[in-house]
């Protein structure tokens, strides 16, 4: 089982990015799927998750910025990032949770965002 998260990188305040995590060995439809973010020196923390009937639910410190959403049919699940903040610079990972087979961490990705 392997979850590839991409879609990392440097940005400026304010702007965006899509993560994606594409899954391999499992078939999302069956797992909830989430992302979590680590910042140097802290730990792990909950971001957003998307249900496998497609509710969402979202941090306070991401909610109206962030959107996730999943495509079964690419195994696929995203997180939309608007209106970036330094404090949201951190290692990004993805999770599968919930289904028949247990729970997955993808490999993270680091976003970056500068002043």
């Known amino acids: 089982v392997q979850l590839q998260a991409s879609g990392g990188g440097l940005v400026q305040a304010g702007g965006s990015l899509i993560l994606s995590c594409t899954a391999s060995?499992?078939?999302?439809?069956?797992?909830?799927m989430g992302w979590y973010r680590q910042a140097p020196g802290q730990q792990r923390k909950w971001v957003a998750t998307?249900?496998?009937?497609?509710?969402?639910n979202y941090s306070d410190f991401v909610k109206g910025r962030f959107t996730i959403s999943r495509d079964n049919a690419k195994n696929t699940v995203y997180l939309q990032m608007n209106s970036l903040k330094p404090e949201d610079t951190a290692v990004y990972y993805c999770?599968?949770?919930?289904?028949?087979?247990?729970?997955?961490w993808g490999q993270g990705t680091q976003v970056t965002v500068s002043t």
């Open positions: 060995g499992i078939v999302i439809g069956d797992y909830g």
């Open positions: 998307v249900t496998r009937g497609d509710l969402t």
């Open positions: 999770r599968a949770l919930g289904g028949p087979d247990g729970e997955f």
